[in-house]
C-alpha cells in the first residue's frame, strides 16, 4: 500500500496552489454554513418544545385562576410566528431552498470545474504536512491504521 492520500483526496494535475488554498477556505466558509444550518434546526426543535411547553403552562395558569392571564398566552404567544408569516419549520425551508441550496450548489461547481470533483485536497495536503510517518495514530488512511479506527 502507498503511504500516499487515497486517490480522491490527491491534487489533480496542473491545479496551483492558489486554487488548492481558495478551495480550502471554500470548504472552510461551508463548514460555517453547515453549522448554521444545525443552529437553525436547534431553533426549530427549541421553538417546537416552548410551544408545548407554553401550553401546559397556560393550562395551569388557568387551571390556578389566572383566566386573562391564560387568555393573553393564548391569543398572543400561543401559534404566534416567530418571524413574520413564518413558524420556524418554514425559517429552515428557506434556508434549505435559498441561500444553503446555492451555497452548496456553487460549492459544488467549484469542485468539479476546478479540481475533477476531488473533495477536501486542502485538507488532505494539510494532514500529509502534519503527520508522522510511521507512528500510530497518523495513518494516511483508514485502510493503513492497525486496530481501531
Sequence with gaps: MSDQ???????????????????????????????????LWAFHRLCGSVEKTMEEATAMIREAGHDEIADALNDAVLGRNPLPGMWSFQMVESYDDGFYAEAKGIEQRAIDELMDGKRHVFEAEMKELRRTRGRQGHEVTPDHADGDI
Design 5 to 39: 492520500p487515497a486517490p480522491e483526496h490527491r491534487r489533480p494535475e496542473g491545479v496551483t496552489d492558489a486554487t488548492v488554498e481558495a478551495l480550502g477556505k471554500l470548504s472552510g466558509a461551508m463548514a460555517e454554513v453547515e453549522d448554521a444550518r444545525g443552529h
